[in-house]
């Protein structure tokens, strides 16, 4: 049986996992790995490629998630600091956040649309020639420029965190959808035939992702909204 903690950080990973297979990110996988290793993709999908184009991806890859993280961890802190400081009550931050959250997944799945949440900044994909530092940049910049199908579900993991008392427990929870973000990100890259092969088996099945995610969304709002969230960590608490 699982914790409240151990659920939170369930979500949080879950949701990372979602928005790399969201239409905005995961057709762009392609670019963003020649981009970030400074190869072209027909040397790294190679299946004869040479040690060092994998070990260079590996890299540049771990650089890229390390550079989103640390942007999605300090917003996190920034959101869950806020609520504290200001003494906000926690019940409103929950039945604001679930309303917010209940908000983004009708967004994604097509029900409403804001203009705030369908604008991303994306990245203008240039040679790079700053190495791994370039990498680190790189994930930097991607966690400013949501994408409309990213927006909406990092936002509610930052929603949820702000309603957490503990800067440690908003931290594990924006790192847990940080690794869920990353982890696919960086198989992938290893892994790069084995991605292309399964991604045009399934690639029909992609339409269906945002339905998904909204549905995904709808219930955490509901959740929050609703104290289940703050029930779980009371029972973890008692036990």
Request: charged share 10%; net charge positive; aromatic share 16%.
């Amino acid at each position: 049986m699982f914790s409240g903690s151990e659920v939170s950080i369930l979500i949080a990973f879950s949701a990372g996992i979602l928005s790399f297979l969201s239409p905005c990110i995961l057709p762009l996988f392609p670019s963003y790995i020649t981009y970030i290793t400074g190869r072209s993709f027909e040397d790294i999908k190679s299946s004869g490629r040479s040690s060092d184009i994998t070990k260079l991806t590996a890299l540049n890859s771990l650089f890229f998630i390390l550079g989103f993280s640390i942007i999605f961890v300090l917003l996190g802190l920034t959101l869950s600091y806020f609520g504290s400081f200001f003494g906000i009550k926690r019940i409103w931050l929950e039945r604001i956040g679930g309303v917010l959250i209940i908000l983004f997944g009708l967004n994604i799945m097509g029900v409403i649309k804001t203009r705030f949440l369908s604008r991303g900044k994306g990245i203008g994909l240039k040679k790079k020639n700053f190495g791994y530092l370039g990498s680190l940049l790189v994930g930097m910049a991607f966690a400013f420029g949501w994408t409309p199908c990213v927006g909406p579900i990092l936002s509610s993991i930052l929603i949820y965190a702000s309603t957490l008392e503990s800067l440690p427990k908003a931290t594990t929870l924006l790192l847990a959808y940080s690794m869920g973000l990353g982890l696919p990100f960086f198989i992938a890259g290893l892994a790069i035939n084995q991605f292309l092969f399964l991604f045009a088996k399934f690639k029909n099945f992609m339409r269906f992702a945002p339905l998904v995610s909204g549905i995904f969304l709808i219930l955490m709002g509901a959740m929050l909204f609703s104290g289940q969230f703050s029930r779980l960590s009371s029972l973890f608490v008692k036990g």
